[in-house]
């Protein structure tokens, strides 16, 4: 355990990254501010929600392939382009969200995706119009032309109040509000994998939750995934808490 180095602002800081038990049931851990993390696995400070939404937009390598079932869960909590229009603060930018669209209006949502160089728009369940979508409207494209700012706000709003988008959802949840039930955002009970959070005071990890829907198996991951994740030799049903120091000595604490 390496314990004798300062890190900066330790208390706005988490790590999350992915674990798999002995069953092949991957989870997600959040390490708390000052907490051990595996030092040879866990890249970089991330938070839960970001490691998802990174895990679908990766290539191949580091995508985590998600069963019907499990992107179905997450939309549970989806909201409707009307209350999403009536509640959003105003602005052309669409974040880390998954949509559901009419696919005959695909064409609508490929120019919108084509908009600026830095969109995102990966295919999770086409066939039943789901999208992740992470659309930003003020970046330098690849030709170095600045796109319009106006256009790109009329093109996003179009796919709202043209019906192009029928429901969305962010992904954005914290397991420390984990009962919130908030319209338009994903819940934790909603993500396909088991959910560990690490005791602030004593480095001890908690399991919070387990997901109502199928877990994500190992076999689901890409190849570069499955080599960084952290491997429990337990099975995540069968114990309340552990100290990750236990299975990687190597750690360091924030």
Not at 66 to 73: A, K, R
Not at 81 to 110: F, G, M
Not at 201 to 217: A, F, Q, W, Y
Request: proline share 6%; charged share 25%; aromatic share 10%.
């Amino acid at each position: 355990m390496k314990t004798n180095k300062e890190y900066p602002a330790t208390h706005s800081m988490a790590t999350s990254w992915f674990a798999v038990d002995a069953e092949g049931n991957v989870g997600i851990i959040e390490f708390e501010d000052n907490g051990p993390v595996p030092t040879d696995i866990v890249p970089e400070t991330e938070c839960s929600d970001s490691i998802i939404c990174e895990a679908i937009c990766a290539d191949s390598k580091e995508r985590i392939s998600f069963e019907p079932d499990q992107v179905l869960s997450l939309m549970r909590n989806s909201i409707s382009a009307k209350e999403y229009l009536k509640n959003k603060v105003h602005q052309p930018i669409i974040t880390d969200s998954l949509i559901e669209i009419d696919s005959d209006r695909l064409p609508e949502l490929l120019k919108a995706a084509s908009h600026c160089a830095n969109n995102k728009l990966i295919p999770l369940l086409p066939e039943k119009g789901i999208y992740y979508i992470d659309f930003w409207y003020n970046y330098i494209d690849k030709s170095s032309i600045k796109t319009d700012e106006n256009l790109s706000e009329q093109i996003y709003n179009d796919l709202f109040e043209n019906n192009v988008i029928k429901r969305i959802i962010q992904i954005c949840f914290d397991f420390d509000f984990c009962d919130n039930d908030i319209p338009g955002v994903v819940q934790p009970s909603d993500i396909p994998f088991a959910q560990m959070l690490q005791d602030y005071s004593n480095g001890e990890i908690e399991m919070i939750r387990l997901p109502h829907c199928t877990d994500v198996k190992f076999q689901q991951l890409g190849l570069e995934l499955k080599q960084k994740i952290i491997r429990l030799p337990f099975k995540f049903n069968d114990i309340s808490k552990f100290r990750i120091e236990d299975f990687y000595p190597d750690s360091k604490e924030y």
